[in-house]
Structure formats: C-alpha cells, structure tokens
C-alpha cells in the first residue's frame, strides 16, 4: 500500500498543471514517469488512480503498446490527441470490458452475439454507429461512428474489469505516423506527458505486430467495410463469408 501511494504521488505531482506545447514540453521534461510491469501487485490500482485523475497512460495490447484515458472526460481526450500530435479528424477507438459493454456504446442490434463472441475478443475494431452514452464532445466530433476494441491481453482484461462498464479511449503508443510500438522504450520521447507506463516487456516476436488491429466498418447491416488490413485480416474476411456479410470496399 505504501508503494502504491508513492506511485500516486509522484503521478499527481507531475500533472498538477498542464501546460501547452512548447511550456508542456520544457516544464514536463522535469517529471519523472512511473513505469511499472504489469505483473506489479500495485499496476491495476495505479492505472485506475492515473484514468481517475484525468491522464493519459501507455499500456500492453493484444497487439501494439497504446495510450489510454477515460473516453468520456474531456480533458483527457484533449490531452490524449496533443500527446499524439493527432488531427481531431482522425479517429480514436475505444477499449470496453465485453459484449455488453460494446452494445452500449456502439449501435449493434444488427450484429448477433454469436458473431461477435466468434471476434471478439482479439485484435480487431470494430467501427459502428455511437450512441448517447458516448457523451464527450472532444471524441471524434467529425463523425458519428466509433470504433470499439475488446483486447485478448490480461492487462487489458482487468483495468477494463476495475473500470466497470466505463470506456477507455485508445490508440497506439506513437506520435502521429510515426511506427507502432512493440516495446516501451520505442516511444521513450512520451513518457514525460504520460501518468504513468505499464510494461510487459517485447510484446509479439515478428514485426507483423506493427501492423496493429484490424479495422472492420460494420454500421451498415449486412456489409462490411475493411478500414485497415492490420494483423486478422484473413480470419476477418472469413467470418464475414460465413455469416453472409457483404463486401462494400477493400482498402
């Protein structure tokens, strides 16, 4: 418990303010980030205290390294996109704990849970219609659709667990265009602005893992939409064939 509130507090010490740009960059420099294996008895608390306080943190996928904070606080989402260096135009998915969850804040009345128990979960978004209970404003506001995640990653698993019902805004652990991360110390320039980082050492052996999740639009009932190839391709393509889903375009 000691441990965990002096991981708290260094946390909250250095995110007292959040200056802007060039100020962001020279004054968070000085701030020592906590990075904590996700083994670490105090990882899942920390991580929680960090989204809780409105930061941004980097964390293991089933796929890539990512950073994640509560899709529904505003500041977060804010912050999230100045870390990235992302145009507002580009999409942010977002991570839930299960079926239910998806259906909640993703319009999926049109896909069965036997299809989406066969894809989920694993590394694939899938893009539908939001609905009310996506309430920030901040998140994606040029378009209606959300891309929602289920990671088949432990880690993943319990803070989305300790979250409750709650959705967590995620995208890869880089600098806009910059390549994914398979490994903490690739996106080492971040740490400063970051809460805290939880590492699971070298996630995946070949470089395929770069190419990150999966992206399928499935909004419109009956047809699909292949966004981004990323790494279940195949298997994708596969169910859409058996459960009789039509192709609209292949990128």
Not at 50 to 69: K, Q, R, W
Not at 110 to 126: A, K, N, Y
Not at 189 to 206: E, K, N, Q, Y
Request: hydrophobic residues 40%; positive net charge; contains cysteine.
């Amino acid at each position: 418990m000691r441990r965990l509130q002096t991981l708290l507090s260094r946390s909250f010490l250095g995110h007292q303010s959040h200056p802007k740009s060039t100020a962001m960059q020279s004054q968070m420099a000085e701030k020592k980030t906590t990075v904590c294996p996700v083994g670490d008895e105090t990882a899942i608390p920390l991580a929680r205290q960090c989204l809780l306080n409105g930061e941004v943190i980097a964390l293991p996928t089933d796929t890539v390294y990512g950073l994640a904070c509560d899709a529904n606080n505003e500041q977060a989402i804010q912050r999230l996109y100045e870390i990235k260096g992302r145009d507002e135009h580009k999409p942010v998915a977002i991570c839930v704990h299960n079926i239910a969850a998806l259906r909640r804040f993703g319009q999926a009345a049109h896909l069965s849970d036997e299809l989406l128990t066969r894809l989920l979960p694993g590394p694939l978004t899938i893009v539908i219609e939001r609905t009310s209970y996506l309430s920030n404003r901040f998140l994606n506001p040029t378009t209606s659709k959300i891309g929602i995640r289920i990671p088949d990653f432990q880690f993943m698993s319990d803070l989305c667990a300790v979250w409750k019902d709650q959705p967590l805004a995620l995208t890869s652990a880089n600098r806009s265009s910059a390549p994914s991360s398979l490994q903490v110390s690739e996106f080492q320039s971040l740490w400063p602005h970051l809460g805290a980082v939880f590492d699971a050492g070298r996630i995946g052996l070949t470089e395929e893992r770069r190419l990150a999740s999966t992206v399928i639009d499935l909004a419109t009932p009956g047809y699909y939409e292949i966004v981004r190839a990323g790494v279940a391709l195949k298997p994708t393509l596969m169910l859409m064939e058996e459960y009789g889903i039509q192709a609209r375009k292949i990128l």
